[in-house]
């Protein structure tokens, strides 16, 4: 599968040029012969937290308009990294997929609000898992913060996603964390992750750097510290062999993990 890695240069609170630029990347990913595109998280309005009441998607319906027409009309999947959404007057980071028919296969809120970003006094955290299938390839994605819990990703490997896709506003400070976390996501859960970080080098500090991790831990591809689109040829048939060569899966004891008294 061919997939086209979206690191865009994210405009703080520009709701209308960020999906402009959105869909010339998504259009121009297309053009290229991706099957599949990823975008970075809060693509919509950037983490514009005290203006969420003005600028954040209702119901995700612009969002969710967008990505329908779009995938639809272009026959690829989209894993449309998050936007800021509200209902019913509480908001949330939101993650939506369409396959290539144009269909919501997913439809994710980030299950672990950041609280260094004060996510936690604005938006409300999700309860649920996000798996989805993207023709026969079953996949997970999360956003962001989640990847410092492994047992998170963990679920979603043992449901069955082989690859984990991974929306992201990684600060460059933290830049390493970012590098170690995603490749020691993929080795442990031997899967695939394909991980896409924003741009932004004036109002907030992000470099990019998105990466694609294959399941020995090697790293297939590193983004640049600027605005790309990349696309890059993935063998997901490399997940089975994987697995095949060292049976984790097999040997895990779920009844000493269970035992582990939590606070």
């Known amino acids: 599968m061919k997939i086209g890695c979206i690191q865009l240069n994210v405009r703080f609170g520009k709701v209308d040029e960020n999906f402009e630029r959105a869909e010339k990347f998504i259009r121009e990913a297309a053009s290229k012969g991706a099957e599949t595109v990823i975008l970075p998280e809060m693509w919509n309005t950037g983490y514009a937290l005290e203006k969420l009441s003005e600028i954040a998607d209702h119901d995700g319906t612009r969002t969710k308009t967008f990505l ?15 936007v800021a959404t509200e209902r019913d007057g509480k908001f949330y980071n939101t993650m939506y997929v369409y396959n290539n028919n144009g269909e919501l296969v997913s439809e994710y809120n980030k299950a672990h609000l950041f609280r260094l970003m004060n996510e936690e006094k604005y938006l409300e955290s999700g309860n649920e898992m996000n798996l989805f299938p993207l023709g026969e390839l079953e996949a997970g994605g999360v956003i962001c913060y989640d990847i410092r819990f492994p047992e998170w990703l963990r679920a979603h ?8 896709f991974v929306s992201a506003q990684w600060p460059t400070p933290r830049i390493d964390h970012w590098k170690t976390l995603l490749q020691a996501r993929a080795i442990e859960n031997q899967c695939f992750v394909v991980a896409v970080n924003r741009i932004s080098h004036k109002v907030e500090n992000y470099n990019g750097q998105s990466m694609i991790i294959e399941p020995w831990g090697e790293v297939l591809w590193t983004g640049a510290e600027d605005e790309e689109l990349a696309i890059i040829d993935v063998d997901f048939s490399k997940v089975d062999e994987v697995r095949s060569r060292i049976p984790v899966y097999d040997d895990r004891r779920p009844s000493l993990y269970s035992g582990v008294v939590e606070e």
Request: hydrophobic fraction near 50%; charge should be neutral; proline fraction near 0%.
């Open 68 to 82: 329908q027409s779009l995938s639809s009309e272009l026959g690829i999947h989209i894993v449309g990294g998050s």
């Open 157 to 164: 490997a043992l449901a069955g996603a082989k690859v984990l």
